[in-house]
């Protein structure tokens, strides 16, 4: 196949829970290569692991799919011509895939019950051998196969590997992979309640539906001999396969919902946009050709190319997300930005003074919902901690300094924040006092915090009612006597 024809691609997530990042980032590099040859891009789900299926985990997926616009061509609600796309709607193809590898001899019934391996694989343990079935039942007769099956005896059907040889094939990304295929075990293709195994599955589904190249994590590699043996055993040709590289939390062990957030739609709760998202991860393991940094979903769309992936596992570092969470927050024209914040807003947040706060609290806003907590002592009472209102200084003294702030500020009638600058620094120069102090006691008297917009702004959007109530607060609540 040359790289003109088109591609088709799929991904195909387990619903085990949450719309895992990992399958929005291989996604993206499935899209692209789809997009650029004209090719498809295909959503299969594998549900075949009735032990580790979740309801409504696969709802999630297209719904993470849906808020980061990554659009596929086949399967969830659009169907498609090689559906079902759903594995456990598939069984009976898998059943007759099957019968043909079982009749010609590619594959065999297994009739050993749990119990049977599990002494084995522990005689195995004990005698430091790879634990692995032992091929007992491959030499079962046909009549002690007929038998069995008769009398109803639960079976397993196995995939019958060859004694000697090698399996390799040239990686997208890794260049050629070589295994011996001595060390691939018997393993398992259908299972006692008559569901594939991922190994089945996954090469009878990239078959039918035409996937031309399987991009998936580099934890399948050492599966990939089992699967390059079933489409010998079939006389189908194998589709290119890219192994992309493991993601890795900050300490380099795999990703893991332990370490992370791995969850595409906590990611939209806590207000990511998605944009930032889908620029974040696509610069996993991979480089934009001209070294940009940033860069939109569709122009990655146009200028991915698998060669420029890397083999070792990139680091989710989710500073750099909130770093380019908030880059794009502040590069949103302002009307937009106000209509991406809505289903952040508390109730109570006040709409009327979204132009007047917005800009306060702009620089500082990692994600969309960050807003509520930068801004809500504007809007709601707020609470003062004394010890933190004297730490740099006495009660007596801060007692004194709020007073002084008070009589300073009440006479103006222009309250704007150049005039409060004025007639603040004016009063911290003539006592002299340390400018960290003053104007640190003057945030936290009037916001109940350390970290806020620049205070004179700040102070002048607040208004000089309520700044005058807070002072007059924080003056009290160090005056009010302690009882010891
Ligand atoms: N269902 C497998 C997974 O969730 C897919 C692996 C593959 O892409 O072949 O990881």
């Known amino acids: 196949m040359t790289e003109t024809s088109p591609i088709r691609t799929r991904i195909a997530p387990s619903p085990t829970g949450i719309a895992h990042v990992g399958t929005a980032w291989m996604s993206m590099f499935d899209l692209a290569l789809a997009r650029q040859t004209g090719g498809q891009f295909v959503v ?10 979740v309801e409504g985990a696969e709802e999630k997926i297209y719904e993470a799919f849906k808020w980061l616009g990554i659009d596929y061509d086949e399967g969830g609600e659009k169907g498609g011509p090689y559906g079902p796309y759903k594995q456990s709607e598939r069984l009976n193809i898998y059943r007759e895939y099957i019968d043909q590898l079982l009749a010609s001899g590619h594959a065999y019934h297994c009739f050993c ?4 391996l599990t002494q084995m694989r522990e005689d195995q343990r004990k005698a430091g051998e790879l634990p692995r079935y032992d091929r007992l039942c491959r030499n079962l007769s046909e009549a002690e196969v007929n038998e069995k099956l008769n009398a109803g005896t639960p079976y397993v059907v196995r995939q ?11 990686d997208a990304i890794r260049g050629h992979v070589e295994f011996d295929v001595r060390n691939v075990d018997d393993g398992v293709l259908l299972k006692s309640d008559g569901f594939p195994t991922y190994h089945f599955a996954v090469v009878v589904d990239d078959h039918l539906m035409k996937i031309s190249h399987v ?3 580099e934890e399948w590699i050492s599966s990939t001999p089992k699967h390059l043996l079933l489409y010998q055993a079939f006389g189908w040709q194998p589709p290119v396969f890219a192994h992309m590289p493991l993601i890795r939390n900050a300490d380099k062990s795999k990703l893991s919902k332990r370490k992370n957030d791995v969850s595409i739609l906590s ?3 806590k207000g990511y946009l998605p944009e930032a998202l889908l620029n974040f991860i696509a610069l996993l ?5 001209s070294g940009e940094e940033f860069f939109s979903f569709e122009e990655f769309l146009k200028v991915m190319a698998l060669d ?4 070792t596992g990139p680091i989710f570092d989710t500073k750099k997300l909130d770093w380019m969470n908030g880059m794009y927050i502040r590069k949103l024209p302002v009307e937009e930005l106000i209509q991406r914040l809505q289903p952040y807003l508390p109730s109570d947040f006040p709409q009327d003074r979204m132009q007047q706060l917005l800009p306060l609290v702009l620089e500082r806003l990692v994600t969309l919902k960050d807003i509520e907590e930068l801004t809500s002592f504007f809007y709601r009472p707020i609470e003062v901690d004394a010890q933190l209102l004297s730490r740099k200084s006495t009660p007596e003294v801060v007692t004194q300094q709020l007073g002084e702030v008070i009589n300073a500020v009440s006479p103006l009638e222009d309250w704007t924040h150049q005039r409060l600058e004025g007639v603040l620094r004016q009063l911290q120069e003539q006592h002299d006092y340390k400018k960290s102090q003053f104007f640190m006691m003057i945030r936290i008297a009037v916001t109940g915090r350390e970290f806020t917009p620049p205070l004179f702004e700040t102070l002048a959007v607040l208004g000089k009612q309520l700044t005058l109530e807070r002072l007059a607060a924080a003056k009290d609540l160090l005056s009010t006597p302690k009882t010891v």
């Open 308 to 311: 420029r992936i890397q083999k």
């Open 113 to 116: 019950t749990s119990e049977r």
């Open 44 to 53: 299969r789900i594998e549900d075949t692991d009735r032990t580790r299926f």
């Open 160 to 170: 019958k590997m060859p004694d000697e040889g090698t399996v390799s094939w040239e």
């Open 267 to 269: 990611y939209r709760e």
């Open 285 to 289: 393991g991979w480089s934009h050709p």
């Open 215 to 217: 991009l998936r994590g």
